[in-house]
């Protein structure tokens, strides 16, 4: 099955801009989705066909996708940011969704 | 406003069997996949079943072929997951999540199944 590859942490500076990679062989064929998930709380769609972003979460969200790598852009980082997110992608060979481990994003 | 709210957790032993209900509303429900994905404690997500809009295409996790059973209600807006022969592994927290094209859009608050003696 396809696998998705998240670093564990990210550390920030507010008001700096924190960039968060998954990895995934040629995983700039598939559209990636992001979720942010705070502790306690439910995932909440973040970024979704890469790039794109759900009514209601701000433009410092952005996404991009190419080659190996999908990346979540996050600018002029808040601490409501921290939180954990995670990559997805849709698996054709088992028909579901594929998810990266999780990276810790941590506001300093 | 889409509320998704799942119920029927609880502790349970291995072997055992339980089922999971989510209600849906705000949204026109009949229109969507619907998923649901689980998060064992402390770890990340993983995603379980889901279920094509008329029940027609069900599709699992390898891990869980042949002991869940996705199913809906399209006249009573709700999403189920039978769960049989449970294991210690299955412990988890079970979002129910609807699905539009390849994402899974809005999420249930979770309801936490516990697998042990």
């Known amino acids: 099955s396809y696998v998705l590859t998240q670093p564990p942490s990210v550390s920030v500076a507010p008001g700096k801009t924190a960039r968060i990679t998954c990895g995934g062989n040629?995983?700039?064929?598939?559209?990636v989705h992001w979720y942010q998930q705070k502790p306690g709380q439910a995932p909440v769609l973040v970024i979704y066909?890469?790039?794109d972003r759900p009514s209601g979460i701000p433009e410092r969200f952005s996404g991009s996708n190419s080659g190996n790598t999908a990346t979540l852009t996050i600018s002029r980082v808040e601490a409501g940011d921290e939180a954990d997110y995670y990559c997805?992608?849709?698996?054709?060979?088992?028909?579901?969704?594929?998810f990266g481990g999780g990276t810790k994003l941590t506001v300093l | 406003e889409v509320q998704l709210v799942e119920s029927g957790g609880g502790l349970v032993q291995p072997g055992g069997s339980l089922r999971l209900s989510c209600a849906a509303s705000?949204?026109?429900?009949?229109?969507?996949?619907m998923s649901w994905v689980r998060q064992a404690p402390g770890k990340g997500l993983e995603w379980v079943a889901n279920?094509?809009?008329?029940?027609?295409?069900?599709y699992y996790v390898d891990s869980v072929k042949g002991r869940f059973t996705i199913s809906r209600d399209n006249a009573k807006n709700s999403l189920y997951l039978q769960m049989n022969s449970l294991r210690a592994e299955d412990t988890a927290v079970y979002y129910c999540?609807?699905?539009?094209?390849?994402?899974?859009?809005?999420w249930g608050q979770g309801t936490l199944v516990t697998v042990s003696s």
């Open positions: 705000g949204f026109t429900f009949s229109s969507y996949w």
């Open positions: 040629n995983i700039g064929s598939k559209s």
């Open positions: 999540a609807s699905s539009r094209d390849s994402t899974f859009d809005y």
């Open positions: 279920i094509k809009q008329d029940g027609s295409e069900k």
């Open positions: 997805q992608v849709w698996d054709s060979s088992s028909n579901g969704g594929v």
């Open positions: 066909y890469d790039s």
